[in-house]
């Protein structure tokens, strides 16, 4: 019998890396099939105990070459024994994994038994019940597995609880006993799913059962208001039968999964997570108040059609690694739209679509930071680094386009049969693209390759052909061709053509306007009568156009848009264009004009937006102008009003103020400086009722201090990364600090915070590298600033590659600014 010894430098070879690398990966998936894992959990009533598991794991080895290796990313002591076929067998614990040797194992059949402790890292337990978070590659911090999405595995659970709790988890409950003082929960084995997909929660949990249209679902929840609960429950029901037949009729497949469940949290992390037969949803975005929104109560049928719709993308047929993680996400809400807009007439969702996706995706892909959709992935552990605005607001434009190509009965065709014949398995992006390119003529794997997997975003100029009239332009990366139309509207004015490319706002990219056709539609915005400028989807996709010919520096220069913003405004009475419009004015102002500039323009600016705070009538509008005057407001006169508005002695009507409001107002008269600072900040702490903003205040408030010193220290305390944990509150310290009136003397804070870049990676969220970097350079328009990125860019030639992607987006826009400011 082979012993499993290894020498030292032997050793070394033999430990795969931290986390699930691409090689173990696709070693595993090539060696390792028909897992079930058997998990048995005993779960004391106090959280802070330790929870004890046995698991059996079962799996076929078709080869025997080199060693076995488990995830599990917990304290090594964890692990109590390991037995193979009821055999106790060697094995080792390092880098996060169970490394098993050969000698242990068979070619073939093999039963591993693990006695553990479950780590916590994922459990979120608190005194009353707990639950499971798995995704991306959490499962392997709590039981010993193969936490990788394309090893799809069976699960039989079975959980001890305190008497009284309920259980809830993928399979359906099989038994329900008593054993010493205890209650045990088994549940059925599930079907095949994804690791990241596993979920289970225990603990004192309501429930309440319905049947709609012939389907049994069962909610738990922790809301102990019975009002509002009856007042919602139905609607959540119907939401999900309604989302789930859908979902049916289009895929022709019937539900997938043996049972439906779903459980509401308290503070749950995200709006819903897609658990197969148990999703997790945040309470809160469920039970919705007696008076909430339209708004408020499409999000709500949104997430439920979003959840819904991954049981078959995404848990149905699962990406084979987490780089295709854009595509489930794409799906769901390209479905989740398709299910719900029709609820909501009174909505403009193409306006919605247009102004919500494509310049976030603008910001990002006009950078020399941007990133291809489809990115590469070497280990699990920096799933992470592939989220931002390309996935979350750039592949929803580019699936649109992609069912307007090839139609919306080809695009249904094709998921039906992808989702056929990888059910219960596992499927790339390009085994789509595969299905597709053969029923259609178009050159469907081309259109993919540039839109894709390629970075950047195509530019368009108006050209003398007349039939396609806008032309790419020359790509300076390489020799793409992106397949699109670009459409266009003409205007007849005396003997001049004027031309507004991409009216509809579908295509992507950037779409020159000249200046005639730039001042005609300023200066007749929203014509009344006229059937294209009056239509709120045309003036969004021209207002998108000209700011980013301004940004290229190839439309109005910034005193000029600035005049052209402030006579639109009034205009204006659709919130969602008064939002981007607003957010435009306030880039130019701060970053675009220089303080001469600002001067010139001050009380015209105070004056435009304090008068439609005043006249507007709608109360969201009216909130917008609010937050837009505080922040551009720089004159003894508008500083009054603030402080008025903020101590009452000031009040506008239907303009109601949060605490929230109260204390950004605090801040802004700070960081103006005009007045007793301290004093405004501490009565502003004490009349903060709500616990949690007066810690965050107390937290913030060293960061809005007059003394430099005092500022200074404020960033010094942020090197420790205890004082990054509240990262909500670091960033609000963050954009103090860099206040455009304060980027002279937070100058000295860039260097350093590129420096600490690395370590906040390691120790934050994983969205906090992003929002370090975007926020420390927003307040910045010099060449001064932007100088010292590109020199700590240059230092660091090996800098990692989505770490310096960051950094470069971050710096675009000050590096526009710098080159543009007037
Ligand atoms: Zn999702």
Known sequence: MFLFQLTCTDHKSKIPEKGVSYQLNERRKKTIDSIRYNIQLDIPGKKNESIKGIETISFNLNALDSALVLDFNSDSTHIISVQSEGEEIEFEVANQHIVIGPGGLKKGHNTLTIGFIAGNLSLNRSDEYLYTLFVTDRASTCFPLFDQPNLKATYSLTLSIPDGWEAVSNGSLKSKTSRSGKCVFQFAETKPISSYLFAFAAGKFFKTEKTVKGRPMTMYYRETDAAK???????????????????????????????????????????????????????????????????????????????????????????????????????????AAKIVHPSFPEINHELRFLLAHYPSAYEVDRTAGTNPILQDLGNLKNAGTLYGAIIYMKAPIVMRQLERKIGGKLMRESLGEYLKNYAYSNARWDDLIGIIDKKTPLDIADWSNVWVKTPGMPEYTLSNEPKTKYSQKQDSVSNRTWQQTVGYKDVKLGQKRLYFPNPDGIAYGYFQMDSASTSYFFRNYNK?????????????????????????????????????????????????????????????????????????????VEKVTWNLLNETTDKGIKKSYFRAFKRVALSDDAYQKMESLWNKTLVVKDLTLSEEDKISLAYDLAIRGKGDVKAILQTQLDSTKNPDRKARMQFVIPSLSQDEAERDAFFESLKKPENREKEAWVLDGLSNLHHPLRSGSAIKYLRPSLDLLQEIQLTGDIFFPTRWTNTTFSGHSSAEATHIAAKFLHEHPGYPYFLRNKVLQAIDMPQRAARLKR
């Open 229 to 335: 609960v009856n007042r919602n429950k139905d609607e959540i029901f119907n939401l999900h039968a309604k989302s789930l037949s859908w979902l049916e009729n289009y895929t022709s497949i019937p539900y997938p999964f043996e049972k439906f469940d779903f459980v509401l949290i308290p503070s749950f992390q995200y709006g819903g997570m897609e658990h197969p037969g148990s999703i997790f949803y945040n309470e809160s975005a469920l039970f919705l108040d007696e008076n909430a929104s339209v708004n408020e109560k499409m999000a709500r049928a949104s997430v439920i059609a979003h959840e819904s719709a991954h049981m078959w993308f995404g848990d149905l047929v699962t990406m084979d690694w987490f780089n295709d993680v854009w595509l489930k996400e794409v799906f769901a809400n390209f479905m």
């Open 528 to 604: 009344a009568g006229d059937s294209v400028l009056s239509k709120p989807v045309f003036r969004g996709a021209m207002l998108v156009n000209v700011w980013e010919g301004f940004l290229r520096g190839d439309g109005p220069d910034a005193e000029e848009f600035l005049k052209d913003v402030l006579l639109t405004l009034p205009k204006e009475k659709d919130p969602l264009l008064t939002d981007y419009l607003l957010g435009r004015l306030q880039s130019l102002w701060w970053s675009f004009l220089s303080d001469e500039k600002r001067n010139k323009y001050q009380s015209e």
